[in-house]
Each structure stands twice: as C-alpha cells, then as structure tokens.
C-alpha cells in the first residue's frame, strides 16, 4: 500500500490510469470520468489561550464515475497503488451493472481548455506548523490577557481530471485561514479571514481586533424581540450567502421548484449583485465533471439572472453546466461555494482578500467600512455574527438561528449597549428585497467556509428590517 | 505488514522524537449510498479508504498527523511528523497534560450483524427505494426521496501504555420523505425521519422499516399539510414524539455534557455549555423523570462500539439522574483536567481525524406512561413529531426546532393537523417542565453529529420515547 508520490505517480497519470482500466475491463464505449486530488491540510487549534489541538494530514481521493450500457455508478478511494485503482473500478463497474437504466445521463464534458488561477503559494503549500502556531502566538499576545481560542488553517490542493470523451485538466491552489475570537467576562469578539497565502493573515491584527470588540461587548443587555434595523459584519453577511447559494442558486433544487430563484426578476434590492467565483481563489479551476470554472453572476443590480448547474442539472434545464459538479451533486445539487457579494468600491487582490480592518480598531465598530453603515442609522443593532442557521422552509428560505459574537444597539450613530444574543426567524430574499438594502460597504472581507476551498465574501450590509424573535431567556 | 505493525511503528517513531505518550489508529473505511428520487436511482457512491493517524504528546502539547499509507517507512515518518507537530505547539503553551489511568487493553470486538449490509445485492437495495419513491409519487408527492447508507469499519488501535485493539463495526439505515410544494412554502414528511433510521447493526435494520408501506401515508400526509391550519402561535402543552424527543435530547443535553465544551476547548467553534463542573452532582436539570444514560453498550444503537479510540472500555454511566447532572462525556485528558477518573467517550471521524469528545448513545431511560395516556391526560396542547429544523445557541441553552406535523390535543384526544409546527424555549426550564414520560423507547441514530475543526461527522444514538412539556412557546415564525 502506497501513497500517491512514493508510487512516482502525478496524479494525472492516476486519473488517466483509472480511465485505461475502465475501458481495458468495461470496452471502449465505456464511459469514464476521474477526478484526482492531493490534499495536505493542515490546522491549528487554541483555546484557553494555548494550543490545544494541532493536526496535519496528507491525503489522495481518487473519484471515479461510470455510465456503461445505460447504467452510471459512481465509486471513491484513497488507494492509488495498482491493487487499489483496480479494485475501485471493478467494483464502480459492477454496481453500475447492477443499477436501473440512466436515461438523463448527461453525457462526458468535451475537450474544453481549462486555465490555472495561478494562485498558488508555495509558502502556504509546505508551511510547516511552527509557521501556523506564530500566527497563534501573535493573536494570543494582541488580546491583552483576554482569553483567546480559534484556529489557523493551512491547505494545499493539486488536482487532475481525465475522462474517455478527451477533456483533461491538472490544478492546484492553496488557502490560509486563521479565525479568533477573545473573550472578556462572558463576551466575545471575533476577527476572521480568509486568503490565498498565510503571509496574508496577520495574527496581530486580528487579535486586536477581537480584543476590542469583546471588551465592547461586555456587560450585554437584553433587549425584546421584534423588528430592527440592522447592520451586519461580514461574518454575518456570509451567513446569507451560504444559505442562498444551498437553497436558492442551487439548479436542482430550482428544477424542483423547491428553490426561491427566479432568473430574470427583480427579487433583491438593486444594491445586491452577487457573483460566484471559483476563480478568485482557493478553489480548483474545473469541477468534479472536468468543466472549466468561471464566474457566474447569480444576482446583477437586484435581478436574478442564473442558478448553478452542473452537467445533469443543466440538460434537465435545457442549459449548458456552469462547472458546479461536485461529489454527491446528484442527491444534493449544484452549489456555488465562492459566492461574492460586491462592494461599492473595486475588488481587491485576490491572492490575499480584502484587508480584516480599515482604519483604526475602536471597540464595537472595529473598521471604517461598518462606521459609514452605523452612522446613520437612528436605531437599530449591530450584529457581528450568525449562528447555527437553519432552514425552516426552502422555498421561503424563512431561516432560524441566533446572533453571536457581539450585538450592540445602535442609537443616533452610535452603538450605545451591548445586547444580549437574540433568536431570529427571517425569510432571507425578503430581507434582501428590493427597497430593503439601506447602504453597502465599500470593501468586502473574505470569511471562510468550514471546508477549505469554500468561502463567502461580502461588505458590511446594513438592512432596513431584520425580524428578531426571541431573546436569549428565550 | 499488518495494520497493527504499522500503528506499532507510528508510535515507536513518535516516542523516538520525544513524545512521552503516543497512539496511533488504523482505518480501512468502506461505504455505500444509495438515494432514489420519484422511482429512479438517483445516485450510487461507494467509498473505501484506507490509512493511519498518529498522535503524540510532547511536553504538554498534542501533535497529530495522518497519511494514507501503511509502509513501514510511511508510517514512521507520520509518527516523527505528529512529534514534530507536537512540539510546534510549545509556541503557545497551556498547563502541564495528563491522562487518567488505564489498564492497556489487548482486545477484539464486532458489533453485531446478521445481514451485511454491503453484502446484499444492489439491486436489492435499488428495488427498495425505487418501489418506495413510486408509491410517494403515486400518492401525490411532487418529489419522494429515499436514502439509505452503510458505513463497515475496521480499526486497529495501538498506544504506548500497551493497547492493541481491533474492532470492526457496521452501521446502516435508511428512510423516505415525501413533499408537496404548494404556491409559497413546501411541506415534507418523512418516515421514519428524514434521512432515516440508523443504528449499529445489519441489514435487518432496513428491512424492519418497512419503507413501502409507509410511502402512501406519508404521502398522503405532506400534501394535506400545505392546507392544514398553521400551528397557533403562545404557550401551552407540548406532546413531542420520541424522534424529535432524540435529537432535543442530542442538542440540549448531548452536547452540553461533552467535557470539552465546557472546559472551553470548543469555544470558539462548536461552542462551550451552560453547565458548570463546580456543580456537577447538585444542578437541577430536568425533572424528577429525567434520567439520562451515556451508554455504548446498547446492541445496536448507533453509539455503540467496544472500545473507544483511545482504546477506554465501553463503559454505561449515568449522565441525568432524576432530574440531577451527574455526568459527562469525556476523554482521557478531558478527564484529567477536570479531575475526573475517566474518558471513554472519544472518537475519530476516520484515519484523517484526531479523536475528540463525542456522543456516544445518550439519551433518556423509559418513563411510567404511554404516547396514548399523554394524550388522554391533555387538555389543550400540541403534538409535533419528526424533525423539520434545529438550532441552538452556542452554550446549548436556547433552542428552537421545527417538526414537519403537528396536532391540536383537546379535551384528551388528538384533533386536526397543524402545519410548520414550531417551539422553541431554554434548556434546563423545559426539561424541568417534562412531567409526562412514556415508556416507549426508540433508540434512534444520528449519523450526521458535526463538530471539531477540521470537520468531523460523528454517529450518535438516542434512546428517546413521547413526552409531555408544560408551558412551551410553539409557534414562532418569520
């Protein structure tokens, strides 16, 4: 049993490997499509103020999927030796022997030229720990004898596709992340960001970041449910992009009328133009079916104008795949996982994302972008973070979960109390609606996913109305 | 090279680089997914993984790494690469680590199976949920969904204290869901529950399930829903079933008692908890009725193994008892830290993951009533059954969930049909108010239990029967 690089093998030689098995057992007119990917992730974990947690791992899938006589199956691994690569496509192919006819097998991707986002870092890809852990230090030494807990994350992705119908394609990227919060007598303040390269993250920054947003929320107060005006950090804003690209951009789940999207109407506020962008950085340049990634504007100026697709989607559609096939797509859908919402100023590098703070740190309002939102507004809050959202009805999208972080009323322009956390239930397209966006930051903040490869990026945003349901006494 | 001969060479090779304590696990992870839409195969995934994780303590940090080969070479270069990990955490040093004492282990282990799951013929399988998702269709559904996975694992554990386990474990279930989408709002219903019934054990589970014969009703039921009268808003009583009950259980009391939540190893991620250790043995926690069980000995029950992956004995312990927090699920260091004198409740999503605190079956030990004396002893109230939403707040104490149906209870009887039932309510004020509990155990599974960073999915189970809530808010909405 050996790895990938003792074998000698580039993993294209593997994806193009797999494809020849297939068809030397299968015949010809097999089908096949292969997707290869080395992973070194690496993370760092503090809590307390110490590490606590510090792990690394070096991994390769292999992702196969078959349509032979009718029938498709699709089959993973992690064993790239002869023995492994054979045994994962003699069982694919003998489940899909087994399978029910496939009549909406889209067909294999054509030869189409994929382009690297040349956004790797070398730096990032081989940094060792000690590298992630003084990021650590650096954020534990700027909360000032808070405590401190968070992470910094590392990932390195290189990756091939091959299928029998002639497409290839190899690429590789790299990711940074570190997210922190401090904590002052029971309250939190939290700094996070995402980049292409670790030498992006400063841990300084945002430990000081996080520090001065906990101390501004001590000694929170309990405010009563109801409707306020809002505004909301980016961390936040992620929250709403996340759920609208799972459940209203998503094209199976709009074939399924189960999603709120309707291309061609104006469904936002004309301040909302969203756009996912795999290759802005961090993501592979072709997805799991070898199409090639490109930008794909999911909102202009208010308007809807598309939803993700990949190939199966896509022909149900009438449509062309928009390269959001991903593993278990099929089940799930396609799902747009780089979703930008812009700014009101042009992007920034994407090698290293926007900058975490604009001007200087001073308490709940911790960047100049925010400050513009927070001034005019008469009364409302201000809300750092979201948390354990979930979808009460899809079609809707009429969402539950709470504030964390940091909550501050805001009266005349001026955060005048930390709040206690609040429930909220809200329909995110309605809170997003035409006439609803009161103001927009200029400059957005990429915030990451949960699984590297995956981020949400936008500005502070304020909102005319967000529908709070209950306090934390509940 | 046996599994265990690499695992042995991972931890040699750490001990060699300074570490004082070193274990390391090998996994070969095989699994299989089938999901069906409207009486067609949707999608076929099968999966087989194979590699070790390695982790050492140096001084007073952890390291982990994790490859997957199972050479000599590799494996040894993983444990000098976990050492080293280990030893980068110095950086940012905490207090001095120990680990509660335990006897090394030497030990063999399989759940119980009588049919292997990935043994049945696919198309078996296949057959199942294409007739299923037919019948939903035929019902009136607009899209019938059926699943089922199998997960078959076998592990080989090997420590510096002197354990050597193996242990291979099969799990699986399934379910269907039926919804109907009407002109603003969707409506789902599911059986057993949405995504299904899991546990570890065979085949036999699926089978038991009989997921044709619930396809019509469920049906039936998701399309009457998009014209039911909506779920009154205020408080009154609450009837929950047993599987909703399960996953109440699995937020509000599962993960409060993971130790490392409330040592604040999570605080930042996952959360910390409400609970207190200072209080540990005097806090009230629910009512006299409540009496909960961390348990991995249940045959069958999703949570249930041999040994957990620091190789610590399955062990049944009280975590509620009459109402009383009297225990918590931990692992060795956890324990150490809080001065406790056991772990037993650490688990890895993989070779690729550090093991961490996890469920194991937590959940409530059977009550004095039945679902039908509940009812009959309800005056004006609310039943909601099977899962639709779950959010909960960072110390698990403000919760609201989302059932796909409800009922009025009236008078003592089970009256119409309510749609997008909600409540919501604080943890220890509503198992507090529990003063009905039926005897009508279910050990329902959890196959999807997120946490840690990187990510980990973990299998819990939840022994859980219909009880009686007084008091709760339902009816919250957008």
Same mark, same amino acid.
């Given at each position: 049993m050996t790895?990938?690089?003792?074998?000698?093998a580039?993993?294209?030689?593997v994806?193009?490997?797999v494809?020849?098995?297939v068809?030397?057992?299968a015949?010809p007119?097999?089908?096949?499509?292969?997707?290869?990917v080395?992973?070194?992730?690496a993370?760092?974990?503090f809590?307390?103020?110490f590490?606590h947690?510090n792990?690394?791992e070096?991994?390769?899938?292999?992702?196969l999927?078959v349509?032979?006589d009718?029938r498709t199956?699709?089959?993973?691994?992690?064993?790239?030796?002869?023995?492994?690569?054979r045994?994962?496509?003699?069982?694919?192919?003998a489940?899909a022997r087994?399978?029910?006819?496939?009549?909406?097998?889209?067909?294999?991707?054509?030869?189409?030229s994929?382009?690297?986002?040349g956004?790797?870092d070398?730096?990032?890809?081989?940094?060792?720990p000690a590298?992630?852990?003084?990021r650590?230090?650096?954020?534990?030494d700027?909360v000032?004898?808070l405590?401190?807990?968070?992470?910094?994350?590392?990932?390195y992705r290189?990756?091939? !596709?091959?299928?029998?119908?002639g497409?290839?394609?190899?690429g590789r990227?790299?990711e940074?992340? $570190?997210?922190?919060?401090?904590?002052a007598?029971g309250?939190?303040?939290?700094?996070?960001?995402?980049?292409?390269?670790?030498?992006?993250?400063d841990g300084?920054a945002?430990?000081t970041r996080?520090?001065?947003k906990a101390?501004?929320a001590?000694?929170?107060v309990?405010?009563?449910p109801?409707?306020?005006?809002?505004?909301?950090?980016p961390?936040a804003?992620?929250?709403?992009?996340?759920?609208?690209a799972?459940y209203g !951009?998503?094209?199976?789940?709009?074939a399924?009328?189960?999603?709120f999207?309707?291309?061609g109407?104006?469904?936002?506020?004309p301040?909302v133009?969203?756009?996912?962008?795999p290759?802005y950085g961090?993501?592979?340049p !072709?997805?799991l079916?070898?199409?090639?990634?490109?930008?794909?504007?999911?909102?202009?100026?208010?308007?809807?104008?598309?939803?993700?697709h990949?190939?199966?989607?896509?022909?149900?559609?009438?449509?062309?795949?928009?390269?959001?096939?991903t593993?278990?797509?099929?089940t799930?859908?396609?799902?747009?996982?780089?979703?930008?919402?812009?700014?009101?100023?042009?992007?920034? &590098?994407?090698a290293?994302?926007?900058?975490?703070?604009d001007?200087a740190?001073a308490?709940?309002?911790a960047?100049?972008?925010?400050a513009?939102?927070?001034?005019?507004m008469?009364r409302g809050?201000?809300v750092? &973070?979201?948390?354990? =959202?979930?979808?009460? /009805?899809? *079609?809707s *999208?009429?969402v539950?979960?709470?504030t964390?972080?940091g909550?501050?009323?805001?009266?005349?322009?001026?955060?005048?109390?930390?709040v206690?956390n609040?429930r !909220?239930?809200?329909a995110y397209p309605?809170?997003?609606?035409p006439?609803?966006v009161?103001g927009l930051?200029?400059?957005?903040v990429?915030?990451?996913?949960?699984?590297?490869?995956?981020?949400?990026?936008?500005?502070?945003?304020?909102?005319?109305?967000?529908?709070?349901t209950g306090g934390?006494?509940? | $090279?046996t599994e265990? &001969?690499?695992?042995?060479?991972a931890?040699?090779a750490?001990l060699d680089?300074g570490?004082?304590?070193a274990d390391?696990r090998v996994m070969h992870?095989r699994s299989?997914?089938?999901?069906?839409?409207?009486?067609e195969?949707?999608? *076929?995934?099968q999966d087989?993984?194979?590699?070790l994780?390695?982790?050492?303590?140096?001084g007073?940090g952890?390291g982990f790494?994790?490859?997957?080969?199972?050479?000599d070479a590799a494996?040894?270069?993983?444990?000098?690469?976990a050492a080293?990990?280990a030893a980068a955490?110095a950086r940012?040093?905490?207090?001095?680590? #120990?680990?509660?004492?335990?006897?090394?282990?030497?030990?063999?282990?399989?759940?119980?199976?009588?049919?292997d799951?990935l043994?049945v013929?696919?198309?078996?399988?296949?057959?199942?949920?294409?007739?299923a #998702?037919?019948?939903?269709?035929?019902?009136?559904?607009?899209?019938a969904q059926?699943l089922?996975?199998?997960w078959?694992?076998?592990?080989w554990?090997?420590?510096?204290?002197?354990?050597r386990?193996?242990?291979h474990i099969?799990?699986c279930?399934g379910?269907?869901?039926?919804t109907?989408?009407?002109?603003?709002?969707?409506q789902?219903?599911?059986?057993?529950?949405y995504?299904?019934q899991?546990?570890t054990?065979?085949w036999?589970?699926v089978?038991s399930?009989?997921?044709?014969?619930?396809?019509?009703?469920?049906?039936?039921e998701s399309?009457?829903?998009? =014209?039911a009268?909506e779920?009154?808003a205020?408080?009154?009583?609450?009837?929950?079933? /047993?599987?909703?009950l399960?996953l109440?259980?699995?937020?509000?009391?599962?993960h409060?008692?993971?130790?490392?939540?409330?040592?604040?190893w999570?605080?930042a991620?996952?959360?910390t908890?409400?609970?207190?250790?200072?209080q540990l043995?005097?806090?009230?926690?629910?009512?006299e009725? $409540?009496?909960v069980?961390?348990?991995p000995t249940?045959?069958?029950?999703?949570?249930s193994f041999?040994?957990? /992956?620091?190789?610590?004995?399955?062990?049944?312990?009280?975590?509620?008892?009459?109402?009383r927090?009297?225990?918590?699920?931990a692992g060795?260091?956890?324990a150490?830290?809080?001065?406790?004198?056991?772990g037993?409740?650490?688990?890895?999503?993989?070779?690729?993951r550090?093991?961490?605190?996890?469920m194991?079956?937590?959940?409530?030990?059977?009550?004095?009533?039945?679902l039908?004396?509940?009812?009959?002893?309800?005056?004006?109230?609310?039943l909601?059954d099977?899962?639709?939403?779950?959010?909960?707040d960072?110390?698990r104490?403000?919760?609201?969930f989302?059932?796909?149906?409800?009922w009025?209870?009236r008078?003592?009887?089970?009256g119409?049909m309510?749609r997008?039932p909600t409540?919501t309510?604080?943890g220890?004020l509503?198992?507090?108010s529990?003063?009905?509990?039926?005897s009508?155990?279910?050990?329902?599974?959890?196959p999807?239990?997120g946490k840690g960073q990187?990510?980990?999915?973990?299998?819990?189970?939840?022994p859980?029967?219909?009880a009686?809530?007084?008091g709760v808010?339902v009816?919250v909405?957008?």
């Amino acid at each position: 049993m050996t790895g990938l690089r003792d074998a000698g093998a580039t993993e294209l030689d593997v994806a193009a490997r797999v494809v020849e098995l297939v068809q030397e057992i299968a015949g010809p007119a097999a089908e096949a499509e292969v997707t290869v990917v080395r992973h070194d992730l690496a993370l760092t974990r503090f809590a307390n103020s110490f590490i606590h947690q510090n792990v690394a791992e070096s991994g390769v899938t292999v992702r196969l999927r078959v349509h032979v006589d009718g029938r498709t199956a699709a089959g993973g691994g992690s064993l790239v030796g002869p023995d492994g690569l054979r045994a994962l496509v003699g069982r694919t192919l003998a489940a899909a022997r087994l399978c029910p006819p496939d009549p909406a097998w889209p067909g294999l991707t054509p030869p189409s030229s994929v382009h690297s986002n040349g956004l790797l870092d070398e730096a990032t890809a081989y940094a060792e720990p000690a590298a992630r852990a003084d990021r650590v230090r650096a954020f534990v030494d700027a909360v000032g004898g808070l405590e401190a807990a968070g992470y910094c994350r590392t990932s390195y992705r290189s990756g091939a !596709f091959v299928n029998s119908r002639g497409q290839s394609a190899q690429g590789r990227t790299t990711e940074a992340a $570190m997210d922190g919060i401090a904590r002052a007598g029971g309250a939190d303040g939290m700094a996070r960001l995402c980049a292409g390269r670790l030498d992006a993250l400063d841990g300084a920054a945002l430990g000081t970041r996080a520090a001065a947003k906990a101390r501004a929320a001590a000694d929170p107060v309990e405010l009563p449910p109801g409707r306020y005006e809002v505004v909301l950090e980016p961390a936040a804003v992620a929250d709403l992009l996340q759920n609208l690209a799972w459940y209203g !951009f998503n094209g199976k789940r709009h074939a399924e009328r189960q999603s709120f999207a309707l291309p061609g109407t104006a469904q936002f506020d004309p301040a909302v133009t969203l756009v996912d962008d795999p290759t802005y950085g961090g993501a592979m340049p !072709f997805d799991l079916e070898g199409t090639p990634c490109r930008a794909l504007t999911l909102v202009e100026a208010g308007t809807t104008r598309a939803v993700a697709h990949d190939r199966r989607s896509a022909a149900g559609a009438g449509t062309t795949s928009t390269g959001h096939g991903t593993p278990g797509g099929s089940t799930f859908g396609p799902i747009p996982r780089n979703v930008r919402l812009l700014g009101s100023t042009a992007a920034d &590098d994407p090698a290293t994302g926007p900058a975490p703070t604009d001007g200087a740190v001073a308490g709940a309002v911790a960047d100049a972008d925010t400050a513009a939102l927070v001034a005019p507004m008469a009364r409302g809050l201000l809300v750092s &973070d979201f948390w354990y =959202t979930r979808v009460l /009805d899809p *079609l809707s *999208l009429v969402v539950t979960g709470l504030t964390r972080n940091g909550v501050w009323l805001v009266e005349d322009g001026v955060p005048v109390r930390a709040v206690r956390n609040l429930r !909220f239930t809200e329909a995110y397209p309605r809170a997003l609606g035409p006439g609803a966006v009161l103001g927009l930051g200029r400059r957005p903040v990429r915030q990451p996913d949960r699984t590297d490869g995956g981020w949400w990026e936008g500005p502070s945003l304020r909102l005319a109305s967000w529908n709070f349901t209950g306090g934390a006494s509940g | $090279m046996t599994e265990f &001969d690499a695992a042995a060479a991972a931890v040699q090779a750490a001990l060699d680089a300074g570490a004082r304590y070193a274990d390391a696990r090998v996994m070969h992870l095989r699994s299989e997914s089938m999901s069906a839409r409207n009486g067609e195969i949707e999608e *076929l995934a099968q999966d087989e993984s194979l590699g070790l994780g390695v982790r050492a303590l140096v001084g007073s940090g952890w390291g982990f790494h994790a490859v997957p080969d199972l050479s000599d070479a590799a494996a040894r270069e993983a444990g000098r690469r976990a050492a080293a990990v280990a030893a980068a955490s110095a950086r940012v040093p905490g207090p001095p680590i #120990t680990l509660t004492p335990a006897e090394p282990v030497v030990a063999s282990w399989a759940s119980d199976c009588a049919i292997d799951p990935l043994g049945v013929a696919l198309s078996d399988k296949g057959d199942l949920l294409v007739r299923a #998702t037919e019948t939903a269709r035929g019902h009136g559904a607009d899209l019938a969904q059926g699943l089922y996975q199998i997960w078959d694992t076998r592990k080989w554990f090997v420590s510096s204290e002197g354990h050597r386990i193996d242990q291979h474990i099969r799990e699986c279930g399934g379910g269907i869901s039926a919804t109907s989408i009407g002109e603003h709002e969707t409506q789902r219903r599911s059986w057993p529950s949405y995504r299904g019934q899991y546990g570890t054990t065979g085949w036999e589970l699926v089978e038991s399930l009989d997921l044709a014969g619930h396809a019509a009703r469920i049906a039936d039921e998701s399309r009457a829903l998009l =014209t039911a009268p909506e779920c009154p808003a205020g408080e009154t009583d609450l009837i929950l079933g /047993d599987e909703q009950l399960a996953l109440q259980i699995h937020e509000s009391v599962g993960h409060a008692i993971e130790l490392d939540r409330i040592l604040g190893w999570e605080a930042a991620f996952a959360g910390t908890s409400w609970l207190d250790l200072a209080q540990l043995g005097s806090l009230r926690y629910g009512s006299e009725l $409540m009496n909960v069980t961390i348990d991995p000995t249940i045959p069958g029950a999703l949570g249930s193994f041999g040994f957990d /992956d620091e190789g610590s004995p399955a062990v049944r312990r009280d975590a509620v008892r009459e109402g009383r927090w009297v225990g918590v699920l931990a692992g060795r260091d956890s324990a150490a830290v809080a001065g406790l004198d056991h772990g037993g409740s650490v688990r890895a999503d993989g070779w690729a993951r550090l093991p961490m605190v996890r469920m194991t079956n937590v959940g409530l030990e059977p009550g004095p009533h039945t679902l039908d004396e509940i009812i009959a002893a309800t005056d004006n109230g609310v039943l909601m059954d099977i899962n639709r939403s779950w959010s909960i707040d960072d110390r698990r104490l403000n919760f609201q969930f989302g059932c796909e149906i409800g009922w009025e209870v009236r008078n003592g009887r089970r009256g119409r049909m309510l749609r997008n039932p909600t409540y919501t309510g604080i943890g220890p004020l509503f198992w507090r108010s529990m003063d009905m509990l039926s005897s009508e155990i279910v050990p329902w599974g959890t196959p999807n239990c997120g946490k840690g960073q990187p990510g980990q999915i973990g299998h819990t189970g939840h022994p859980a029967a219909p009880a009686r809530f007084r008091g709760v808010r339902v009816g919250v909405r957008a």
